[in-house]
């Protein structure tokens, strides 16, 4: 494993575990959108269920349990325990018109036409766009809090560096995957107006907001 990989593990996880302190420190889910968490649950569940069929080391097992424990944690949080402060009147993301094309194409381009491999494949295309209800809610409410915007950047930030980890991997061990790196590019793209916020609004003491 290198440098770029472990870290773009770390931020993935850094992201994950702000976002539940932010929600169970201050009881309230508002401003954060149940859709992303649900589809990034739903994302989770249809990559890994390769741990009942595989073993590639501790590390990788442990890692995969966590996201999952975690993603379904948050979607109880902001469904079940802190309901009351959902803000689902701005959380109105059609996600069908993310599962329905994303599972199409799936079907379509794939490494192997075998259930596992469409159920990646099909992960890996979602969680290209998972963070799109996010960033409409917040486009909606014209402003995010501090808390959510470190959230969003770490999981920007994680993307970023599995590209960088791609590029290695590909020069290093003249590894390519063509639906991941893909898949990761428009992530990261969905990002990077993001990213110019953050760093000359976030970082300098403003709150963010994005452009309807």
């Not at 996880?13 to 932010?22: M, N, P, Q, R």
């Not at 995969?64 to 944690?73: E, G, N, Q, R, T």
């Not at 329905?100 to 979602?126: A, C």
Request: with cysteine; hydrophobic share 50%; proline share 2%.
């Amino acid at each position: 494993m290198n440098i770029f990989r472990l870290t773009g593990d770390l931020s993935h996880l850094a992201a994950i575990i702000i976002l539940l302190l932010k929600i169970w420190k201050s009881r309230s889910c508002a401003g954060i959108s149940g859709k992303s968490q649900l589809l990034f649950a739903l994302v989770f569940t249809t990559r890994y269920l390769d741990l009942f069929t595989s073993f590639i080391s501790l590390y990788n097992t442990s890692m995969k349990l966590i996201y999952i424990a975690c993603s379904y944690a948050t979607v109880y949080l902001i469904y079940m325990k802190f309901k009351a402060t959902y803000d689902g009147n701005h959380d109105t993301f059609r996600v069908e018109f993310l599962i329905v094309p994303v599972g199409g194409l799936s079907f379509l381009v794939n490494h192997d036409f075998s259930p596992l491999e469409i159920l990646w494949t099909f992960s890996i295309y979602l969680e290209s766009v998972a963070i799109l209800p996010q960033l409409f809610m917040i486009s909606k409410t014209g402003e995010a809090e501090t808390i959510t915007t470190h959230y969003l950047f770490f999981l920007g930030l994680y993307r970023a560096l599995y590209l960088v980890n791609w590029i290695w991997r590909y020069y290093f061990e003249g590894f390519f995957d063509l639906i991941a790196v893909v898949a990761g590019v428009v992530q990261t793209v969905l990002y990077c107006d993001f990213f110019y916020l953050y760093v000359t609004k976030v970082l300098k003491g403003k709150k963010l907001s994005l452009p309807a």
